[in-house]
């Protein structure tokens, strides 16, 4: 058999990446044991509560900047400017928390496919999203979905997948 022969789960086996493909040319489908494919739902719905949570967070903005104003012990800042800041700060939460889905989405379905960096990459995706729910302007929703996300990346490193994520060894 032949390196071209090998299927990816072979190479995989190895610790080497898929086989290149041609343009056009079908790749074999994925076949994922169940847990990677429970995390992979888990990521999405991860993602998905993270955008409501910050969308949430986004409509009571109002409530938001009355608080920073009966807060603001310096005269040097008004109100008005408290207000901008406050909107900015919101809406790149927002762009935010909506990156971080199109992330957990992307890198879920590389480790979906047995990509063992991707697991490494959604595992500091967790911990980065928990530390930032715990400083800013976290609510229920932003920290359930900060803990689905501990949960999915639990799911990955279960001893029954570790076999689909390849340690890839010290010589090639």
Same mark, same amino acid.
């Given at each position: 058999?032949?390196? *071209?022969?090998?299927?990816?789960?072979?190479?995989?086996?190895?610790?080497?990446?898929?086989?290149?493909?041609? +343009? !056009?040319?079908?790749? @074999?489908?994925?076949?994922?044991? =169940?847990? %990677?494919? $429970?995390?992979? $739902?888990? /990521?999405? &719905?991860? !993602?998905? $509560? &993270?955008?409501?949570?910050?969308?949430? =967070?986004?409509?009571?903005?109002?409530? %938001?900047?009355?608080?920073?104003? @009966?807060?603001?012990?310096?005269?040097?800042? +008004? @109100? @008005?400017?408290?207000?901008?800041?406050?909107?900015?700060?919101? /809406? =790149?939460?927002?762009?935010?928390? #909506?990156?971080?889905?199109?992330l957990f989405a992307l890198f879920a379905w590389k480790a979906r496919e047995g990509t063992r960096?991707?697991? =490494?990459?959604?595992?500091?995706?967790?911990?980065?999203?928990? #530390?930032?729910?715990?400083?800013?302007? *976290?609510?229920?929703?932003? &920290?359930? +979905?900060?803990?689905?996300?501990?949960?999915?990346v639990a799911i990955m490193y279960l001893p029954s997948v570790q076999d689909y994520f390849p340690k890839v060894p010290k010589t090639l």
């Amino acid at each position: 058999m032949t390196d *071209s022969d090998e299927t990816d789960d072979q190479r995989r086996k190895k610790g080497l990446p898929p086989a290149p493909r041609f +343009s !056009g040319e079908d790749r @074999e489908p994925v076949n994922p044991p =169940t847990p %990677i494919k $429970v995390s992979f $739902v888990l /990521w999405l &719905l991860s !993602g998905l $509560v &993270l955008i409501a949570g910050f969308g949430l =967070t986004l409509t009571a903005k109002q409530d %938001i900047i009355d608080r920073l104003v @009966e807060m603001n012990n310096d005269p040097r800042i +008004s @109100e @008005e400017q408290l207000a901008s800041g406050a909107t900015s700060l919101l /809406w =790149t939460l927002f762009v935010g928390a #909506i990156v971080f889905a199109v992330l957990f989405a992307l890198f879920a379905w590389k480790a979906r496919e047995g990509t063992r960096s991707a697991r =490494t990459i959604l595992t500091v995706l967790a911990a980065v999203s928990l #530390i930032f729910q715990m400083v800013l302007f *976290s609510n229920i929703i932003t &920290l359930a +979905s900060a803990l689905v996300s501990i949960v999915a990346v639990a799911i990955m490193y279960l001893p029954s997948v570790q076999d689909y994520f390849p340690k890839v060894p010290k010589t090639l």
